[in-house]
């Protein structure tokens, strides 16, 4: 793989009452997804973005803050398709761990949506990604 194309894992939140230390997390993530999955840490990007106070509604309830045991962090994996199952499983799981380790915010309250990257459909450092 060419340049720091893949894996992306894009978190996002309602506002936390108490504001975490996001470069903290999402560098930590990066570093624990990496050591879980023999992914070079040079090829992990990590994102966390805030929906905006009652931008969130789950079962038609929205909320202007992060609950601990509704609206999930919303987290989309992106990862190249030649993964075998057991490799995206075992992606997910360390994504989930680390993100409630670092975050505090408990496991079932974690939601997860593994995408996959296909080899000439990304564009990166100038230039197509084949793998």
């Given at each position: 793989m060419k340049g720091n194309s893949v894996p992306f894992i894009h978190i996002q939140s309602l506002p936390f009452s108490r504001p975490p230390n996001v470069p903290k997390i999402i560098e930590g993530v990066s570093k624990d997804f990496s050591k879980a999955t023999g992914v070079g840490l040079e090829h992990v990007t990590a994102t966390w973005q805030f929906f905006l106070p009652g931008h969130y509604a789950v079962a038609g309830v929205s909320a202007q803050q992060q609950p601990e045991q509704s609206h999930p962090l919303l987290v989309?994996?992106?990862?190249?398709?030649?993964?075998?199952?057991?490799?995206?499983?075992?992606?997910?799981?360390?994504?989930?761990?680390?993100?409630?380790?670092?975050?505090?915010?408990?496991?079932?309250?974690?939601?997860?949506?593994?995408?996959?990257?296909?080899?000439?459909?990304?564009?990166?450092?100038?230039?197509?990604?084949?793998?």
């Open positions: 989309t994996l992106l990862a190249p398709d030649f993964q075998s199952q057991a490799q995206i499983e075992k992606s997910l799981m360390a994504v989930a761990a680390s993100i409630s380790k670092r975050a505090k915010v408990p496991l079932t309250n974690i939601f997860i949506n593994h995408s996959q990257a296909h080899s000439g459909m990304v564009f990166d450092a100038g230039a197509i990604v084949r793998w």
